[in-house]
């Protein structure tokens, strides 16, 4: 059975692929079916991370489609061109029996290719509101899998046509991510914190946030004063910046004290054991990340991000908080006194803490990779 991913460069794009690829791995074993995974589009620094998970890479050119003037359309466009004949190229050779897009920069080539072949192409829209590719794709998709209600609405909206294509069922997340986490206060010994104080997860994405690490250092005395204990993911880019900063602001505290706020540039394969340290989590608010949290039913901070396309951010989070299970501050409201106001507030109520890990773990939907990993294989069978 060959399958063929494709999607963009970054970990909302990434992960969803590989929790889908372990169902599909899962079912290949248990109906004894030799599985060829591949994946066309540029995955930038995930590559390894894909191969590690047996999809075999093949690189297309990555090319932007904006919406709005820009100089860099001028070499985009062009670009664009040749990554539909670099697609078309890799797909006639490989001819997959069905395409799972995740959308976003290079995704679309391959759903022309896959289109002209008459190859089944299964999408999946992250986000409230669907990027320009996945808008793109939705014409040519055989299925459209979405993680949010308002996505199922923006399709319709766009064309009616699609409403039985349509199946909300949430973000795929990684099973192993999931399962065998470690009891709340056994993952905060693992970091070195005292597992009778409360953490804060500060997790501005896959890549960072540079204005959550800003604001969140500049918070870092405070919150050690609050007796609260951080963990914070600055980015790959940004920890160098982030670590020479924080030493500056902890240098008159105690090693004790200083120990209290960790950074880290980035979790892999701990990122589970730092989900189940955290009693609440500070987060951007892509689509990934907000099931990711969910599925671990922890209460939330989000934070988006202002200038998202469509400001897709702004309406995830909205969305996700009309549940009961986070708490949006847009970036104009940030402020320190309300931020530690909020966190406080949280911790400090059972009740209003007990209500929001409810209200997530209900948001949650563990079952969304299986769930596309099965309607794959269906229409992976017909063809």
């Known amino acids: 059975m060959r399958i063929l991913f494709a999607g963009g460069g970054t970990g909302g794009h990434i992960y969803p692929i590989l929790a889908v690829t372990e169902e599909l791995q899962k079912a290949a074993i248990n109906g004894k079916t030799n599985l060829d995974l591949r ?13 590690s998970n047996g999809i075999l890479v093949s690189k297309i050119f990555s090319a932007k489609l904006r919406r709005y003037f820009d100089i860099r359309n001028l070499f985009d466009i062009p670009l664009f061109f040749i990554s539909v004949i670099q697609a078309f ?5 490989f001819m997959p029996n069905v395409l799972f897009s995740k959308g976003g920069p290079g995704s679309l080539p391959v759903i022309l290719a896959c289109w002209f072949y008459r190859v089944p192409i299964i999408i999946h829209e992250s986000d409230s509101i669907p990027g320009l590719a996945n808008l ?7 299925r459209i899998a979405v993680s949010f209600n308002s996505a199922t609405e923006f399709f319709i909206a766009k064309n009616a046509g699609l409403s039985d294509k349509i199946a909300l069922t949430g973000n795929p997340i990684r099973k192993s991510l999931i399962d065998g ?18 953490v804060i997860l500060i997790i501005g994405g896959s890549q960072g946030s540079a ?33 020479n900063e924080l030493k500056i602001i902890l240098e008159n505290y105690t090693e004790k004290e200083a120990a209290c706020y ?31 949290i969910a599925a ?8 988006p991000l202002p200038k998202s396309a469509q400001n897709h951010q702004i309406q995830n989070a909205y969305e996700y908080a009309d549940s009961g299970a986070a708490v949006v501050i847009e970036e104009a409201n940030l402020m320190s006194n309300i931020f530690i106001s909020q966190i406080k507030k949280i911790i400090s109520e059972p009740e209003k803490y007990k209500t929001m890990s409810e209200a997530a773990k ?3 939907k563990p079952e969304a990779a299986k769930i596309i990993s099965e309607e794959i294989i269906k229409l992976a069978e017909i063809n």
């Open 136 to 142: 793109m794709a939705s014409r040519f998709a055989d």
């Open 296 to 303: 671990f039913g922890k209460p939330t901070i989000l934070i």
């Open 181 to 198: 986490a470690l009891e709340k206060e056994a993952a905060k010994q693992i970091f070195g914190f005292n597992p009778q104080k409360p």
């Open 262 to 292: 960790k950074i880290l540039p980035y979790f892999e394969k701990d990122l589970k054991d730092a989900y189940a340290a955290a009693d609440v989590i500070v987060s951007r608010a892509g689509g990934g990340s907000i099931f990711e």
């Open 89 to 93: 190229w890799k797909v006639f050779w």
């Open 362 to 364: 209900n948001f949650s």
């Open 211 to 243: 204005k959550i690490n800003d604001f969140a250092l500049n918070a870092a005395q405070e919150l050690i004063k609050a007796d609260i204990q951080v963990l914070h993911q600055t980015g790959v880019n940004n920890f160098e910046d982030a670590k």
């Open 39 to 51: 994946y066309f589009s540029d995955p930038e620094r995930y590559n390894f991370l894909l191969a």
